[in-house]
């Protein structure tokens, strides 16, 4: 169909058969710029065979059990862990990412040079596809299931995002410095550190569908009125919606319940992770799956 | 009755208006003057000539039309014609030369009107005494400048390397009466997809030799070749001074760079991934040119030696990255014969990763320090970044390289040479490695692998290309539409790793070519 239009453009007989001679000597192909784990190769092997997966997170460690400081992160990387798939977690940030937010795996078989990028989008399927089968079969299309997710994604959320970028001592004391580790030199912190600021007030506002930012005891209220429901949801079950084994629910509540009980936060904030703290039964979860995957 | 006549005075009248009469008038005004100005100027250089050896000294020299420069600034460029004629023994001719010197000074710095005027009298008090000829004349010397309009406004288009871009941009002339100048520039362009920079330059104490360089830049680089772009935002601090009588510059510039590696494509490789983000580079930078070469752009004669020394993150200087990086470059041009020249370059580079300040050790380089090379104005034949470690369509760069090329560049028949066309042919080619460990070693040492590293790069063959082509140059640029086919190459196409030739057509325009 597009035949006679490439014709068209196709070069003439006579120099396709003199660029088929060229180049005249092909010489082997150069290995690849060395990383830091092949210039320090006994210091990378100090934990376990190198994976061939590499999840791509905030983090400040290479080692795939030490968990992520961001909740998107660290649902995935427990996810991963839960679903028992191998692999290492590479300290990242937002740009390098295909989808423009971490996290991503790469999965790369060192032989062959080449290598597979799956954003945070694909990671679902790309682990029913490569990970063995999971007893838990709790049903992600439900009404129970997705409303429990909007409360999660929205009001707890939302009062992690508050406590954590909004409220500027702990945007001082905790996130910047973990987020802009790689360039900790004035005044790139400063910088970075009000733009991530700025998109966590963006992100807050458009969640309740208001132009205005709500005040911060009302956005921590809201968090509190969330984990009180989940925690009716979990009830005496070792896992959510009853399930035999930990799912992505699980891992996705964990993100937040171990960032929030872990991180000493401050300001209203603390006084959210202190609430938590009162529902034993989502203290537990996090305890169970902290011991079992970290 | 007299219609003939009346008729030629009003032929001449009305004649007397049409535009030919009055160029033929002006023209031959224009010639009068000329002569009288001629016979003048020789009536004064005989003068001068026949006096040339007569004693003389500065009374004063006065520098007219400067309202705007400061007196500081002004007396620094007279006074070494004043110093000299303190000294005694001192001539017309010396006062004359003296006095030029100032003026190519005065010239220099951009913020006069280059046509600079100077007359000589005797001070109007002085009473020349025929007795005692050979006792010195006072002088006293005016200097008539014109200041140039401050400030200046432009808009246009631009060629750099294989790139075009508009832009707009403002100078400051003279900002403190010291031949300071701002500079502010925006512009956008191909590759490097917006720029705003604003530079302040100063002379250092009023030579037209030394000056130092404030600078503020940000861009945003299409760095399409390794699928990522480059966001920068640096202060550049630069000293520089020239040594005129060995045609050397050199320069000793610090740098603070904060740069962002974003928008990644989508099929960007996982070396690529592994740097993106932001890093901060703080560097000194020395550079030393010496440029004999006639003309930059399409030089037929003459000879280049670049030699560009920078040191990164270590000690006070801190930053993210630390390193020393060297690169040298020469140039030669020579004319055979019939407008014939022949014109070589060899230039090379390492790249050696040092450790941070409060770091254990080294750390490898980054895709945005290392060097990428090949391109239609670097090593033809090649795509942009086209030679050395490649992953999937990325250049991923090298630590250590080597590239030269040989040319043979001839006029064009019935053009003659004047002209900046030419036919060339050229073979050129380089060497792109990344930094190794020797086959044999466990651990990493910098020294020994990048001995190795060097030993390889300079034992094995080359990436080869030949070609043969027209070369346009331009006063701004040169234009180059060259037919090439890759001699050697690293890998074949298609194969993962594999270095990027180009055959056939590939046109290539900049400021520099190697």
Not at chain 1, 148 to 174: I, K, M, Q, T
Not at chain 2, 27 to 47: G, L, M, P, Y
């Amino acid at each position: 169909m597009a035949s006679p239009l490439r014709d068209t453009f196709r070069a003439p007989t006579f120099i396709r058969r003199l660029f088929s001679h060229f180049p005249l000597i092909t010489h082997p192909v150069d290995p690849l710029p060395m990383s830091i784990e092949d210039f320090y190769p006994s210091a990378a092997r100090q934990h376990v065979e190198r994976s061939i997966n590499t999840l791509y997170s905030f983090t400040d460690s290479t080692d795939g059990s030490v968990a992520s400081f961001n909740p998107a992160c660290l649902k995935w990387q427990t996810y991963l862990r839960i679903r028992n798939v191998p692999f290492d977690t590479h300290p990242s940030n937002n740009h390098a990412s295909p989808s423009g937010s971490l996290p991503f795996l790469i999965t790369s078989s060192p032989s062959d040079r080449i290598s597979q990028t799956v954003p945070s989008t694909k990671l679902g399927r790309w682990i029913e596809e490569h990970a063995v089968g999971s007893a838990n079969t709790v049903d992600t299309d439900g009404g129970d299931y997705r409303a429990f997710l909007c409360l999660l994604e929205g009001a707890v959320r939302d009062a992690w995002l508050y406590a954590l970028y909004v409220d500027p001592s702990n945007l001082s004391s905790l996130t910047i410095p973990k987020y802009t580790a790689q360039t900790p030199l004035w005044p790139i912190p400063a910088i970075l550190g009000s733009q991530m600021r700025q998109a966590a007030v963006d992100a807050i506002r458009k969640s309740p569908s208001s132009s205005a930012l709500p005040a911060g005891t009302e956005i921590y209220e809201k968090a509190m009125e969330a984990f009180k429901a989940l925690s009716i949801l979990l009830g005496d079950d070792e896992w959510f919606f009853g399930a035999d084994e930990a799912g992505m629910f699980d891992a996705e509540v964990f993100a937040y319940t171990h960032l929030l009980l872990g991180l000493e936060i401050g300001g209203g904030g603390g006084v959210v992770a202190e609430g938590l703290g009162w529902f034993g039964n989502l203290v537990d979860h996090e305890e169970r799956i902290r011991r079992r995957w970290f | 009755m007299a219609a003939g006549g009346s008729g030629d005075v009003f032929d001449i009248l009305k004649d007397a208006g049409s535009p030919d009469t009055i160029a033929a008038q002006r023209a031959a005004q224009k010639a009068h003057d000329e002569e009288i100005s001629i016979k003048a100027q020789r009536r004064a250089a005989e003068t001068i000539q026949g006096h040339s050896s007569q004693p003389v000294y500065f009374d004063s020299i006065t520098v007219l039309g400067a309202p705007k420069t400061r007196r500081p600034f002004l007396e620094r460029l007279v006074k070494p014609a004043l110093d000299r004629s303190d000294q005694g023994d001192f001539t017309l001719k010396d006062a004359l030369r003296e006095l030029s010197k100032a003026i190519n000074g005065l010239q220099h710095f951009e913020i006069f009107h280059p046509n600079i005027p100077f007359y000589i009298d005797t001070p109007s008090n002085y009473v020349y005494d025929p007795k005692t000829p050979n006792n010195p004349i006072p002088l006293s010397a005016i200097i008539n400048v014109k200041e140039r309009s401050r400030i200046l406004l432009k808009s246009g288009t631009d060629l750099g390397n294989t790139e075009g871009s508009a832009y707009v941009q403002g100078s400051v002339r003279n900002v403190f009466g010291g031949a300071e100048f701002l500079h502010v520039s925006a512009s956008k362009g191909t590759r490097t997809r917006s720029a705003y920079d604003a530079t302040f330059t100063t002379p250092i104490n009023s030579s037209p030799l030394a000056a130092i360089e404030l600078k503020g830049l940000s861009t945003a680089r299409d760095n399409s070749h390794s699928s990522h772009t480059e966001l920068s935002r640096r202060f550049i601090g630069t000293v520089r001074w020239a040594t005129p009588a060995y045609k050397l510059k050199q320069s000793i510039s610090y740098e603070g760079l904060w740069r962002t590696l974003t928008e990644l494509h989508e099929d960007a490789s996982a070396s690529v991934r592994r740097d993106a983000g932001d890093s901060m580079k703080s560097a000194i930078t020395h550079l030393l040119t010496r440029d004999t070469r006639d003309n930059p752009i399409l030089p037929s004669s003459g000879t280049l030696l670049r030699l560009r020394n920078s040191i990164a993150g270590i000690g006070p200087l801190k930053g993210t990255v630390a390193h020393w990086k060297s690169e040298a470059e020469t140039a030669l041009a020579y004319p055979l014969f019939k407008g014939i020249t022949v014109s070589s370059s060899v230039r090379g580079g390492i790249l050696y990763p040092l450790a941070l300040s409060g770091d254990a050790g080294p750390k490898p380089s980054t895709i945005a320090d290392r060097f990428h090379i090949g391109g239609a104005n670097d090593v033809r034949g090649f795509q942009t970044g086209g030679l050395g470690p490649h992953s999937g369509k990325d250049s991923l760069g090298g630590d250590a390289y080597v590239a030269g090329s040989l040319g043979l560049l001839f006029p064009f028949p019935r053009v003659g040479t004047d002209s900046g066309l030419r036919f060339q042919a050229f073979i050129n080619g380089g060497r792109l490695l990344a930094l190794e460990r020797p086959p044999d070693v466990q651990d990493m040492n910098i020294a020994q692998g990048m001995k190795y590293t060097v030993s390889r790069l300079l034992s094995e063959a080359p990436s080869l290309a030949a070609g043969v082509g027209i070369v346009y140059g331009h006063p701004v640029a040169r234009f180059e539409l060259n037919f090439c086919l890759p001699i050697g190459v690293r890998g074949t196409y298609g194969e993962e790793g594999a270095e990027r030739a180009r055959k056939g057509l590939q046109f290539g325009v900049g400021v520099e070519f190697s």
